[in-house]
């Protein structure tokens, strides 16, 4: 089988091969069609958000787009940050200066070619990597976030889940 292998391919079947992703599709979730089953995950969605400080965020999620990384955008009273998977670009108003941080997530394999460090852009591997290190050399600094941001985080997504359903305004 010829081809990327990688996500989304790898999802189908541990083993990708002609037979092994033709049998997964014709007989597994992935090869219904979106249009005539039970799925009912949101395709596209705009939460707007007022925090308790008087700060605003809105956020945006569509799959009617092409095949691209996350686009961030961030807006504040001193400048704004952008990234979009392979780079980021943080404006400072007052300086009228651009800082550009590559996060293109490669590593070199043994023929010095770049190669991906999986899931989310590297994003995984970079939690993974951190996790480890903090653990190994007991040294929570290495963790950024801990269980009260996750927590706050996945509230988040709950509470705008409900609004979705429930056509709704939320309180947190």
């Not at 010829?2 to 989304?8: C, H, I, S, V």
């Not at 799925?39 to 965020?57: I, K, P, W, Y």
């Not at 686009?71 to 780079?87: A, C, M, N, R, V």
């Not at 995984?124 to 269980?147: Q, R």
Request: aromatic share 8%; proline share 3%; net charge negative.
């Amino acid at each position: 089988m010829a081809g990327d292998l990688d996500w989304p391919v790898s999802v189908l079947t541990p083993e990708p091969s002609l037979e092994n992703v033709t049998e997964a599709l014709e007989n597994g979730p992935y090869g219904r069609c979106v249009y005539e089953c039970d799925n009912n995950v949101v395709d596209h969605q705009v939460v707007n958000m007022v925090f308790e400080n008087g700060a605003t965020a809105s956020f945006t999620m569509t799959a009617f787009t092409k095949a691209a990384h996350r686009k961030t955008q961030i807006f504040g009273t001193l400048g704004e940050i952008y990234g979009d998977g392979q780079k980021i670009e943080i404006f400072d108003f007052l300086t009228d200066q651009i800082q550009v941080i590559d996060t293109e997530a490669t590593s070199s394999d043994a023929g010095g070619q770049g190669v991906a460090l999986g899931g989310h852009g590297g994003g995984d591997y970079g939690l993974m990597d951190h996790f480890v290190a903090a653990v190994a050399e007991n040294n929570p600094k290495l963790i950024l976030s801990g269980a009260d941001e996750s927590l706050e985080s996945h509230r988040m997504v709950f509470a705008a889940e409900k609004a979705r359903l429930g056509n709704t305004v939320v309180n947190m």
